[in-house]
Nanobody, 116 residues
């Protein structure tokens, strides 16, 4: 089993920045991809950004140019740098590590609230 722990969420004003972190409890082999998702109240969980072991990244259109996903393999940590935050970015942010359909791990989530 792998535990993922997110941190870095908070309450801030529109235009501000936050960096989320996701620490894995152990080194994970055979990762297909890892990423960040978010879920606003009453809405489904949506992909925000994903990164492959080779370093390729993909972003939701709503965050392109504002958010950056990265990882530090030595620290078993993935990051999401969020700049120019907007009220519509308000959500619980979850990190995810996908190995296969039997090994798909989620963190507990961290709340990000952006006020106008």
């Amino acid at each position: 089993q792998v535990q993922l722990v997110e941190s870095g969420g908070g309450l801030l004003q529109s235009g501000g920045s936050l960096r989320l972190s996701c620490v894995a409890s152990k080194i994970i082999l055979s990762i297909k991809h890892m990423g960040w998702y978010r879920q606003a109240p009453g809405k489904q969980r949506d992909l925000v950004a994903v990164i492959t072991p080779g370093g390729s990244t993909n972003y939701a259109d709503a965050v392109k140019g504002r958010f950056t996903i990265s990882r530090d393999n030595a620290k078993n940590t993935m990051y999401l740098q969020m700049n120019s935050l907007k009220p519509e970015d308000t959500a619980v942010y979850f990190c995810n590590v996908f190995i296969d359909n039997r090994a798909n791990y989620w963190g507990q989530g961290t709340q990000v609230t952006v006020s106008s």
